[in-house]
């Protein structure tokens, strides 16, 4: 398992969210709880990729809080499909980091991880993309069908 390693809930903003096709590989059949709930920062839509990176930012991230039932089962999957290999690897398309996320149910704000996106290159010719204002990757795909 790699660092940082403390068993932690999860916020999910893109194809791991329940209906999109990471979820089944990673998640389905995981889970203790599954609720609403967003994040400080921006998203975009890689076009190329066909799917969502979250930066650093003042605006809304739109995802789901995820209660796994057996963290150290799941993790290493989960970072393997996000590129993920430890704090400070130059290798990592996104890393694990710790945030606060705001539950939609119930207003209260707890720590989780969040996979944010590395590289620097979101809207460059090798990688365009499409910021998202109003901070949703679900709702975008479901109007872009």
Request: proline residues 6%.
């Amino acid at each position: 398992m790699r660092e940082p390693s403390a068993p932690k809930k999860i916020f999910v903003y893109g194809t791991l969210m329940k209906g999109f096709y990471n979820y089944e590989r990673a998640l389905a059949g995981q889970e203790v709880s599954r609720v609403p709930a967003r994040i400080r920062g921006r998203v975009w839509h890689m076009t190329n990729r066909g799917y969502p990176a979250v930066k650093e930012g003042d605006g809304w991230v739109y995802g789901e809080l995820v209660e796994l039932k057996d963290f150290a089962a799941v993790i290493d999957t989960m970072d393997n499909i996000e590129g993920y290999y430890g704090p400070g690897d130059s290798r990592n398309e996104y890393a694990r980091i710790l945030s606060p996320v705001e539950n939609l149910e119930t207003g209260a704000i707890e720590e989780a991880y969040v996979y944010c996106y590395v590289p620097d290159d979101l809207g460059t010719p090798d990688n365009p993309a499409l910021e998202l204002a109003h901070g949703s990757w679900r709702t975008f795909m479901e109007e872009n069908k």
